[in-house]
């Protein structure tokens, strides 16, 4: 089983994704999929735009605010619980 990672630190989690912080917070479009499936949590304020597939396979639970703007599919096969506000778009 490969390890799964969790995060809390915006840098730690940039750098560990290779996406910037301004990628981070949806202020610049990741044109491509995102594969985060080893990734169990995101820090807070995560709300990328994403040209392709995000995939989040391990996340345990969705972070308030987080929202992303999805060209292609989002995979959240692991979520136990859905907070109010959720909303994200998906193509």
Same mark, same amino acid.
């Given at each position: 089983? #490969?390890? *799964?990672?969790? @995060?809390?630190?915006?840098?730690?989690?940039?750098?560990?994704?290779?996406?910037? =912080?301004?990628?981070?917070?949806?202020? =610049?479009?990741? +044109?491509?999929?995102?594969?985060?499936?080893? *990734? =169990?949590?995101? #820090?807070?304020? /995560?709300? %990328?735009? $994403?040209?392709?597939?995000?995939?989040? +396979?391990?996340?345990?639970? $969705? %972070?308030?605010? @987080?929202? %992303? *703007? $999805?060209?292609? /599919?989002?995979?959240? =096969?692991?979520?136990?619980?859905?907070?109010?506000? /959720?909303? %994200?778009?998906?193509?």
């Amino acid at each position: 089983m #490969p390890k *799964v990672l969790n @995060f809390t630190d915006v840098k730690t989690f940039c750098d560990y994704t290779k996406i910037t =912080e301004d990628q981070f917070y949806g202020r =610049e479009k990741i +044109d491509y999929n995102l594969y985060l499936g080893d *990734v =169990e949590s995101i #820090p807070n304020g /995560f709300n %990328p735009v $994403i040209g392709g597939t995000l995939y989040l +396979d391990s996340l345990k639970s $969705i %972070p308030n605010g @987080f929202n %992303p *703007v $999805i060209g292609g /599919f989002l995979y959240l =096969e692991s979520i136990k619980s859905i907070p109010n506000g /959720f909303n %994200p778009i998906v193509g």
